[in-house]
């Protein structure tokens, strides 16, 4: 089935500090990946969706400074978290939608990274 | 607007008891998806089923079994015999059959937090 990575799994930093998290299609190419955050206990928030070769289309509230995203290639979207502060600190995870593939394929899921800010 | 509820926060049932995991959505698309993705503690998220709303048979898979009724609509999730191995946050999610954008994001619901005891 269709494999999506997600690295690093784990993050724990100083505040101030930028992570990037790589997102990546294994075993087939990505049209469009997407970014969701999520909290405690909470059900996932959608931040971003990324369409290959052009600008990410962030979802209202989510700010585009803080939370820069990259889709340079069919197999790989990046987020990069600016100067991140304890507010930060939370689940986040990508997902993938297959290239090429008629009708609505279901999205596949990276295992997620869990960042802490100090 | 689409809407997704799962009414149910936290279901906990004793191992080997039938559970059924209730969804109920909103939308005013004539066609449309609807998805179940499972979130063990662990964290990532595992694609479950995918139903067209054209498509209102049943599904069985092993253990697990989806009603999907347009009439009320609903698309319920019962697991037979549940397992410990079972345990998790179960989600139900929406999309678009023909979105404009083409990138069939997913409305989630709030989640269901199944726990099966030994």
């Known amino acids: 089935g269709a494999v999506v990575s997600q690295h690093p799994s784990r993050v724990i930093c100083k505040s101030g500090t930028s992570v990037k998290i790589e997102c990546r299609s294994l075993?087939?190419?990505?049209?469009?990946m997407f970014w969701y955050r999520q909290f405690p206990k909470k059900s996932l928030m959608l931040m971003a969706t990324?369409?290959?070769?052009?600008?990410?289309?962030?979802e209202q509230g989510v700010e585009k400074d803080k939370f820069l995203i990259n889709h340079a290639s069919l197999t790989l979207s990046t987020l990069t978290v600016t100067s991140a502060h304890p507010e930060d600190s939370s689940f986040y995870i990508c997902?993938?939608?297959?290239?090429?593939?008629?009708?609505?394929?279901?999205?596949?899921f990276g295992d997620g990274t869990r960042l802490s800010i100090l | 607007a689409q809407k997704v509820t799962q009414a149910q926060t936290e279901i906990s049932v004793v191992e080997k008891e039938d559970v059924t995991l209730d969804c109920v959505y909103e939308?005013?698309?004539?066609?449309?998806?609807l998805f179940w993705y499972k979130q063990p503690p662990s964290g990532e998220l595992v694609f479950l089923i995918r139903?067209?709303?054209?498509d209102e048979q049943n599904e069985i898979s092993g253990r697990y079994s989806w009603n999907f009724q347009k009439s009320t609509s609903s698309f319920n999730f019962t697991i037979t015999a549940s397992q410990v191995v079972d345990s998790a946050v179960y989600f139900c999610?929406?999309?678009?059959?023909?979105?404009?954008?083409?990138?069939?994001?997913?409305?989630w619901g709030a989640g269901t937090k199944l726990i099966i005891k030994p």
């Open positions: 939308t005013r698309d004539t066609t449309y998806y």
């Open positions: 139903r067209n709303s054209f």
């Open positions: 997902s993938a939608r297959e290239f090429g593939r008629e009708g609505n394929q279901p999205q596949h």
């Open positions: 999610a929406l999309s678009e059959a023909y979105p404009m954008d083409s990138n069939y994001q997913l409305i």
């Open positions: 075993d087939f190419q990505a049209t469009t």
């Open positions: 990324s369409n290959e070769g052009s600008k990410a289309t962030y």
